[in-house]
C-alpha cells in the first residue's frame, strides 16, 4: 500500500546570535542602545510566540544560536526558557551549532527538556519526528565542533527510503570559492542540494534571506534580528508547510528592531531649515516601529557640501534626534554622501593630482594603513575587522572629504 506523506508544518530559523554585544556603536542615547541590546532576546521572544501561535510541529534552529566562543549564562538561560515554553505547547527543537557557537566552545550544561533534539557531532546523523505514535518526517544535521569545518558536508547527506518527509539542515556556504576574507564554511555546491533527494534544505549561517531552489526547496531564512547596517531590512523565519503534493513557505516577521538605509536626494537643498523638514518628512513616511536609519545622500550639492564639512548638517541630525520618542523611536545612525565627482581634473594635471587618483585606486593600501588597529589589544577588543564594502566606503568618502577640500581651497 502506498502511504502518503502527511502535512507537517515547523519554523525554519537560522543565526539567533544571541547578547551579540553590537560592537561599534557610539554616542547612541543610553535608553535606544538598551533597546538594541536587548533586541536578540526580543526576536527569540517573538519566534517562541508565533511557533506556538501557528501551533508549529517543530522548530528549526540552524546554528549560531549563541554569538560567540564564550557564551554568557543570559543567553543559555533565556534560550531555555524558550525551549521550556515550546515544551509545554508539545513543539519539538531540532538544534544545530555552528561557526559562533561550535560544541568545543560551550562552558554551560545544556539540560535542554525532552522535546530539544541537538546534534551533538560533526557526523550527519538523524533524528525521527513522531506524531501521534506515526513517524512523519526525518530530520538531518550536524553541529560544527570546531570553529572552520572546510569540507562539503553536503554529500554527507543520505536520506532513507521511508516514505515520510526528509529534512536537512545545514549550517554552511554556497559556492566553494575561496575570498581574501576568509574560506568558506562547510561550502557546497547548489547541484548537491538539488540531486540529493531531501525534501527540504533548511540552511544557515548567510545572514540575507535568499531562496535557492523552489523544488526542492533550498533555503536560506537570513538571521532573525539584524545587528548593523549590514543587515538591513526585515529580519525573521519561514513558517513551512509540506506536504505530499505542495510545499508552502511564509516569511514571518522577528526583528524588534530594524536597521535601514533611506536613500534621500539632496540636490534641491539651499536651506538647512527646509533640510530638516524634508529628512524628519521621509523619515515618518519611512519608518514603522523601532528603527536605526543611515541616510543615504544623493546628488550632494556644494551648499550641503559645505554643511557636511562645516559640521550643521551633523547638528542637524542631532537636532532630530533628540526629538526621538522614547516607544517607538526612529535614529539617525549616520550618513553616507555621494556628489558628482570633479576628479576628471586630477587624471589631466599629470602631476601630483593624477598620483594622489592613482593611490586611492589602490585597495592593500588602505588596508595595511588600518591594519595597526587590529594589531593593538584595545583595537582588536572593540573593532570589528573591515570587510571588502567598509574598505570601498571609507576609500570613497576620503577621496570624496579631499576632493572638496581641494576645490574650496584652490577656488
Known amino acids: 500500500m502506498n502511504l502518503l506523506k502527511k502535512q507537517i508544518t515547523f519554523l525554519h530559523c537560522a543565526d539567533l546570535h544571541l547578547d551579540s554585544p553590537f560592537k561599534g556603536l557610539s554616542n547612541i542615547p543610553s535608553n ?20 506556538i501561535e501557528k501551533k508549529v510541529d517543530f522548530v528549526l534552529l540552524v546554528g549560531d544560536i549563541f554569538d560567540q566562543e564564550e557564551q554568557s549564562m543570559r543567553a543559555h538561560i533565556a534560550l531555555r526558557k524558550s525551549l521550556e515554553q515550546l515544551n509545554s505547547h508539545d513543539i519539538n527543537v531540532y538544534i544545530s551549532f555552528g561557526n559562533h557557537d561550535f560544541i568545543n566552545s560551550q562552558a554551560f550544561p545544556r539540560n535542554y527538556p525532552d522535546n530539544v533534539f541537538v546534534f551533538e557531532k560533526e ?46 539542515t545545514l549550517h554552511g556556504t554556497v559556492g566553494n570559492v575561496k575570498t ?7 561550502p557546497f555546491q547548489l547541484s548537491d542540494l538539488k540531486q540529493s533527494g531531501f525534501d527540504y534544505w533548511a540552511l544557515g549561517h548567510i545572514h540575507k534571506r535568499n531562496v535557492l531552489s523552489e523544488k526542492p526547496a533550498v533555503v536560506y531564512p537570513g538571521n532573525i534580528q539584524g545587528r548593523s547596517m549590514k543587515e538591513s531590512g526585515e529580519k525573521g523565519c519561514y513558517l513551512v508547510t509540506l506536504s505530499e503534493t505542495e510545499q508552502q513557505l511564509d516569511f514571518h516577521q522577528l526583528h524588534s528592531i530594524r536597521f535601514e538605509k533611506c536613500m534621500i536626494s539632496t540636490e534641491e537643498w539651499t536651506d538647512i531649515n527646509r533640510a530638516l523638514e524634508e529628512i524628519e518628512k521621509t523619515i515618518a513616511e519611512y519608518s514603522s516601529g523601532k528603527q536605526v536609519i543611515e541616510l543615504q545622500l544623493t546628488r550632494v550639492s556644494t551648499t550641503v557640501q559645505e554643511w557636511i564639512s562645516n559640521g550643521s548638517f551633523d547638528e542637524m541630525l542631532d537636532i532630530i534626534n533628540q526629538s526621538v520618542e522614547t ?37 592593500e593600501d588602505l588596508a595595511d594603513m588600518l591594519a595597526e588597529l587590529w594589531q593593538h589589544p584595545e583595537g582588536r577588543k572593540w573593532l570589528d575587522k573591515l570587510e571588502e564594502e567598509d574598505l570601498d566606503m571609507t576609500r570613497v568618502e576620503s577621496e570624496q572629504l579631499l576632493d572638496h577640500l581641494l576645490h574650496v581651497k584652490g577656488g
Open 32 to 51: 535606544i542602545l538598551a533597546d538594541i541590546r536587548e533586541s536578540t532576546f526580543a526576536a527569540l521572544t517573538n519566534l517562541t510566540n508565533l511557533a
Open 123 to 168: 557526523k550527519v546523523e538523524a533524528f525521527n519526528f513522531v506524531k501521534d505514535n506515526q513517524k512523519l518526517a526525518k530530520i538531518y544535521g550536524f553541529s560544527y565542533e570546531e570553529r572552520a569545518v572546510t569540507e562539503n558536508k553536503a554529500l554527507q547527506f543520505q536520506k532513507t527510503e521511508e516514505p515520510i518527509h526528509h529534512i536537512a
Open 180 to 186: 581574501e576574507e576568509h574560506v568558506p564554511y562547510a
Open 327 to 363: 516607544k517607538e523611536w526612529t535614529y539617525i545612525s549616520g550618513y553616507k554622501w555621494q556628489k558628482n565627482q570633479q576628479r576628471s581634473e586630477w587624471l589631466q594635471d599629470g602631476g601630483f593630482l593624477q598620483e594622489l587618483a592613482q593611490t586611492f585606486s589602490k585597495k
